[in-house]
């Protein structure tokens, strides 16, 4: 008996190709870890990453899966953080009065005082301009920048309000009378800029992720004071300050901020701080609390 062998489809004479979403990502880094303990009850922790994360957006990835590959948007390239911890040494058995009474290691003993401090750097974003829409039959609206074209990507405040980059007058049409209601692909493109106006069919040259938001710089503080009361029973009060200079972590990239390089007032606005307001997370305003716990 013959083997069976699997038969091509007949009515497609072409060979097939699939899209999915199963699209990879990689993770590049360099991670440096240093670690002291003094004497007296100083000790700190410092980390810092240097990494690169890419991935594939869904924005055109079925057409041209290069056009959607950059920087994964929730990434930031470098991270510092240091944490501190500094048993103060005052109170019983301590180098500071050590010999003290009950009442005065009651006062002065079992005081710690910790803070944790982070700074990384800008979330990815991809520059968009505005008049695209009108040009580009499907796909991302993409900045195009021409030799020698560059915008300033720093944050600033103009007029109370946080900007990324200074916004740019919108692109726009000189039309004469013969040219009124004539589509815009007929028209010459401006290239006035930056950046300029894509060709008609075309994405523009800013890649996916290509330029970065503003950097974040936060820094928390705690400070405890342990009692003894007895050989069994402890407590202990806390006072906790997330973000406790109140520094405000600007939230721009693809997904908070306008990163259309031309659309008047808004361009370039940095909308919010970054989502996450969690006590503890290093986005957040400043947060204060005070808690008490006894042990036994």
């Given at each position: ?101 009950r009442a005065l290691d009651l006062a002065v003993g ?154 008047g007032g808004s361009a370039g606005k940095i909308t ?25």
């Amino acid at each position: 008996m013959p083997s069976l062998q699997r038969r091509n489809y007949p009515l497609f004479p072409i060979d097939l190709a699939w899209f999915g979403n199963d699209a990879s990502s990689n993770y590049n880094a360099l991670q440096i870890k240093v670690e002291k303990r003094f004497g007296h009850g100083l000790q700190f922790l410092a980390h810092y990453t240097y990494s690169h994360a890419n991935s594939f957006d869904s924005t055109y990835y079925d057409i041209n899966p290069r056009v959607a590959y950059g920087p994964y948007p929730f990434s930031r390239n470098s991270v510092f953080v240091i944490n501190t911890v500094y048993n103060l040494p005052v109170g019983r058995g301590q180098r500071f009065l050590g010999n003290g009474s009950r009442a005065l290691d009651l006062a002065v003993g079992g005081w710690q005082v910790s803070n944790t401090l982070n700074w990384s750097s800008g979330l990815p974003c991809t520059p968009s301009i505005g008049k695209c829409g009108s040009i580009t039959d499907a796909g991302p609206r993409r900045a195009n920048f021409l030799s020698g074209q560059s915008i300033n990507v720093v944050p600033r405040q103009v007029n109370g309000q946080w900007y990324e980059f200074v916004p740019l007058p919108a692109i726009s049409y000189n039309l004469t009378t013969a040219q009124v209601g004539t589509g815009s692909c007929a028209l010459a493109q401006p290239t006035s800029g930056p950046p300029a106006l894509p060709a008609c069919g075309t994405l523009g040259n800013a890649r996916f992720n290509s330029f970065s938001g503003p950097s974040g710089l936060s820094s928390d503080f705690s400070l405890t004071k342990n009692f003894t009361i007895t050989e069994r029973v402890t407590a202990q009060f806390r006072f906790d300050a997330y973000n406790i200079f109140n520094h405000p972590v600007l939230g721009f990239n693809s997904n908070q901020g306008n990163t259309c390089l031309d659309c008047g007032g808004s361009a370039g606005k940095i909308t919010d701080i970054q989502a996450d307001a969690s006590p503890g997370s290093p986005n957040g305003m400043r947060q204060l609390q005070c808690g008490a716990r006894v042990v036994f």
